[in-house]
């Protein structure tokens, strides 16, 4: 199994979207990538500089990462900054963040397809990860949980990675 960590504004959709897509083994709601080891959701919410992230653990031989990335594309606006649906701010920015170093240059050629796509640059991040911990429990599955709780990603969408044979 495969791992990358996909940050793409408020994580209870990212984490509900991905479920969905078959070849995705696994998902978890965490934080990434600020500056100390174990956030709360209350530190990240008050400026602690970390991204609400999912770790996404996958079969590279039923989904390969540049497929990956592109299902991901599919659930952001790719050029919003610290910001995805109704979210504002540093923590809903989007990113993708790396344990494997040989991932970097595939997500790299990816991004950059993207942006020619697009004709303009993209506001995604690409680093290595950083002070990754998992977030609190009543994060994790959340829109299982709450069925009617806030998603940014539109049901449609929900259903197109539905019918792509996941969970």
Excluded at 16 to 22: D, E, G, N
Excluded at 90 to 100: A, E, L, N, S
Aim: net charge negative.
């Amino acid at each position: 199994m495969k791992e990358i960590y996909l940050a793409g504004g408020c994580f209870w959709g990212t984490e509900k979207y991905l479920s969905l897509v078959s070849g995705v083994l696994s998902t978890e709601t965490g934080y990434a990538n600020g500056a100390t080891p174990k956030p709360s959701y209350r530190d990240v919410c008050s400026g602690s500089g970390h991204a609400e992230v999912v770790r996404v653990g996958y079969d590279e031989n039923a989904l390969p990462l540049p497929e990956l990335l592109e299902i991901y594309y599919e659930s952001v606006d790719p050029t919003a900054v610290d910001r995805q649906g109704n979210d504002v701010g540093r923590q809903y920015r989007t990113g993708v963040y790396f344990t494997d170093p040989a991932d970097e240059p595939a997500v790299r050629q990816s991004l950059k397809a993207l942006e020619e796509r697009l004709g303009r640059p993209v506001a995604i991040e690409l680093k290595p990860l950083e002070n990754y911990c998992a977030a609190e429990d009543y994060h994790q599955r959340y829109l299982d949980k709450n069925p009617g709780g806030y998603c940014h990603i539109p049901a449609g969408l929900m259903r197109r990675a539905a019918a792509r044979g996941g969970e």
